[in-house]
């Protein structure tokens, strides 16, 4: 796929665009965002890309815009489960409401700068070292082992652990102790301090920039333009800030997500380590020669990761109707 370097920045002006207009008309005036407003703009982000996808299959044909909804859709999911964690720091640290939506904002832009990052140096790396994607299918089937043994309760009644970043922060800068409405920085008696708001920023960016650990990898087992890579990253990035106002307390109904997105991780691995058998050059492994192994093509895998969603969904749904213990609410934590 040849992207031209003009085609790469009007996408990125495009995407800038749609998040100024988000900015512009959502916090403008600070307020709490309502199952309604935050569904049309869901609608608006999935309806960009598709939209997205469409023109993908027109200019570039089927291939390619089938890489780019399989990415988009594996992303969005992933994404979905790390609601989880934003809603326990959103609680942990006592965020208002009515600046909920201008955390997740600044921090998930945080973490789209430092996943682009990540994906010029995968990008990078795999075009010179292609027996990378033996380690990338290795990791992502290991992540989901682990992922199917993830238990949101138990993280939920844990709370939030604060990474070495936020650790860096605390000990670098003063820290308010209460919030100034949406200020990031304040002056108190002549010396300037740090508000809660900018740690939860901070905690929002590097936090998604940890899950892009094992969504980047899995991404470039669907597709390894890193054009698609970075769109398909953003376009679900700049939806998951109105999925987390839509689904709200629904996130603890999903009691069996952990378990499809494993179970789609660890495909995406599986595909990795034979898409790199099938192109084999590591000199011990057959002489350095290709083996003669099958392949799994983007239609099968954008069919696995649809149904393995829609099972997932329909069974926790059917789940915590019989069994209305699964839908416990998060508590708040009470630190700042």
Not at 60 to 68: L, Q
Not at 255 to 281: D, M, P, R
Request: hydrophobic share 55%; no cysteine.
């Amino acid at each position: 796929m040849s992207v031209p370097v003009w085609l790469w920045f009007a996408t990125i002006a495009g995407l800038l665009v749609l998040l100024a207009i988000d900015l512009f008309i959502v916090d403008r005036k600070p307020h709490e965002v309502t199952i309604g407003e935050a569904a049309r703009w869901v609608t608006f982000y999935v309806a960009m890309a598709v939209l997205f996808g469409l023109g993908i299959w027109y200019w570039s044909g089927g291939t390619y815009a089938g890489e780019f909804f399989a990415g988009y859709i594996t992303e969005y999911s992933l994404s979905v489960d790390n609601l989880f964690i934003f809603l326990i720091i959103m609680t942990t640290f006592k965020v208002p409401a009515i600046h909920q939506h201008k955390v997740l904002l600044i921090g998930i832009l945080m973490a789209l700068v430092m996943r682009g990052i990540f994906i010029a140096v995968g990008a990078a790396v795999i075009a010179q070292f292609s027996w990378v994607f033996y380690l990338f299918g290795a990791f992502l089937i290991y992540t989901g082992y682990k992922l199917a043994r993830t238990n949101h309760n138990e993280e939920e009644e844990e709370g939030y652990k604060e990474n070495a970043a936020l650790r860096f922060v605390r000990r670098v800068f003063p820290v308010a102790d209460r919030y100034h409405d949406a200020k990031s920085f304040v002056k108190i008696d002549g010396k300037r301090f740090v508000t809660p708001m900018f740690i939860v920023m901070v905690a929002i960016g590097t936090t998604d920039l940890l899950f892009a650990l094992d969504s980047i990898p899995a991404i470039f087992g669907l597709t390894k333009e890193p054009f698609l890579v970075f769109t398909a990253n953003a376009f679900a990035l700049m939806g998951l800030r109105q999925l987390y106002f839509l689904l709200g307390g629904l996130l603890s109904k999903l009691v069996y997500l952990s378990i499809g997105l494993s179970v789609i991780l660890g495909f995406i691995g599986v595909k990795l380590i034979l898409e790199a058998l099938h192109t084999n050059s590591l000199s011990f492994l057959n002489g350095g020669e290709p083996l003669n192994v099958p392949t799994i093509g983007i239609e099968l895998s954008l069919s696995v990761i649809v149904g393995v969603l829609a099972i997932t969904t329909v069974a926790s749904l059917v789940k915590t109707r019989r069994d209305p213990v699964a839908d416990k609410p998060v508590e708040a934590g009470d630190h700042l």
